[in-house]
């Protein structure tokens, strides 16, 4: 229905056009004029006007639009949005965010309660990675990446190695900080910067 709709449209819209820029030349006449039918719109009286000048010009300025399919002409054809490309260390910290709040307990690797090491190799295990339990262990795993090439879920050591979160985006880190404070997130600059690697 709805493509028989959009040819009846696109016809009147070509008639219409080509009678305007002149692709249907009318000639100077007497004022008779031969019934002349327009599909989609009916028999109409054009002085000076044949019915085969109207088909060919309904045929050059419609060619494209096809005769018997529902597709649109590619120039109103929706164009598809790219999926998004989401790496396992973005993941591994949407599953990091999801725990923002967690209690820091020392020892505690989820789901409920983490410490720094125990929250990052939650976070990637969610994802199907297994990384090292301890901080200094993760600081000394995975690929090694500057602080300047940081990329959302890479690990970063601070302290010397001995804490460790993951990279959050726009400079911050999500971390089990330490005792009486939740899982939150902080400026990467906010500690001392040791290193960082990456898992994904």
Not at 169 to 181: E, L, M
Request: charged share 10%.
């Amino acid at each position: 229905m709805a493509s028989s709709t959009f040819k009846r449209s696109a016809r009147r819209a070509a008639v219409a056009g080509a009678l305007a820029v002149g692709a249907v030349t009318v000639t100077a006449a007497p004022a008779l004029a031969d019934p002349i039918n327009v599909p989609g719109v009916g028999t109409v009286e054009v002085p000076g006007v044949t019915q085969a000048q109207v088909d060919a010009a309904i045929a050059s300025v419609t060619q494209g639009i096809g005769t018997g399919s529902a597709a649109l002409p590619p120039e109103l054809a929706p164009i598809a949005a790219p999926a998004p490309v989401t790496s396992l260390g973005e993941k591994a910290f949407k599953a990091a965010e999801s725990k923002l709040g967690a209690p820091y307990v020392y020892g505690a690797a989820g789901p409920d309660a983490f410490d720094c090491s125990g929250l990052v190799q939650w976070a990637y295990k969610q994802v199907g990675l297994n990384l090292p339990r301890t901080s200094y262990d993760q600081a000394a795993a995975g690929t090694p990446v500057s602080r300047d090439a940081l990329q959302i879920g890479d690990v970063i050591s601070f302290y010397g190695g001995s804490h460790s979160g993951i990279y959050a985006g726009n400079g911050n880190v999500i971390h089990a900080s330490t005792a009486g404070q939740p899982v939150k997130m902080a400026p990467v600059s906010s500690m001392p910067f040791d290193g960082a690697r990456r898992y994904a």
